[in-house]
């Protein structure tokens, strides 16, 4: 099992209301599995995948991820956990300016204190598997951001919020 969710949900405060942004969910996700996470907009998918790839915690309910249990986990093991297993594209690919493309792919790589030269050879791989290496100078503004970077760290667990439909607008 990669993650799993028990009765994990999310809200947010707002003044005096509750926003609830995931409801009360249970979910798991194994080794080798697609999973696609559909719905309407303001359904909880962005929500969830956050969830998953540990960049929230959840109010409510259980998350385990790599048979950890995240809501036991301090921010600076949380982001050892996110650098080390999961690879996230986010919506808006969240790139790093003033980085390139390839800069921005190989910054998680650099954090794991991979080799200069694997971290060469993986980013080329990466930016080659999305069509990216005509692009791979381009600053963040001129680029098609950079769904390789979720990739580069070849992370057990990958996680994309919406980014080929956001390449495909560009």
């Known amino acids: 099992m990669l993650a799993e969710l028990k009765k994990a949900g999310k809200e947010y405060k707002v003044g005096d209301q509750t926003i609830v942004a995931l409801q009360p969910t249970d979910f798991t996700m194994r080794e080798g599995e ?3 996470i559909i719905g309407p907009s303001g359904s909880g998918k962005t929500t969830l995948l956050s969830l998953l790839g540990c960049v929230i915690y959840p109010s409510y309910g259980d998350l385990w991820v790599d048979g950890q249990h995240i809501n036991a986990l301090k921010e600076n093991q949380l982001a050892r956990l996110r650098l080390e297993t999961i690879g996230f594209v986010f919506q ?5 300016m003033p980085l390139s493309a390839e800069e921005n792919v190989a910054m998680p790589l650099k954090l794991m204190n ?9 980013v080329k791989e990466a930016l080659e598997v999305v069509d990216m290496t005509d692009r791979r100078k381009n600053m963040q ?3 098609a951001g950079c769904p390789a970077g979720g990739t580069a760290q070849r992370p057990p667990s990958i ?3 919406g980014a080929s439909s956001d390449c495909d607008r560009r």
């Open 92 to 96: 808006n690919f969240n790139l790093l």
């Open 159 to 161: 996680s994309s919020d």
């Open 34 to 36: 697609l999973t696609l």
């Open 114 to 122: 991979v080799k200069s030269a694997e971290i060469k050879r993986r």
């Open 141 to 143: 503004q001129n680029s």
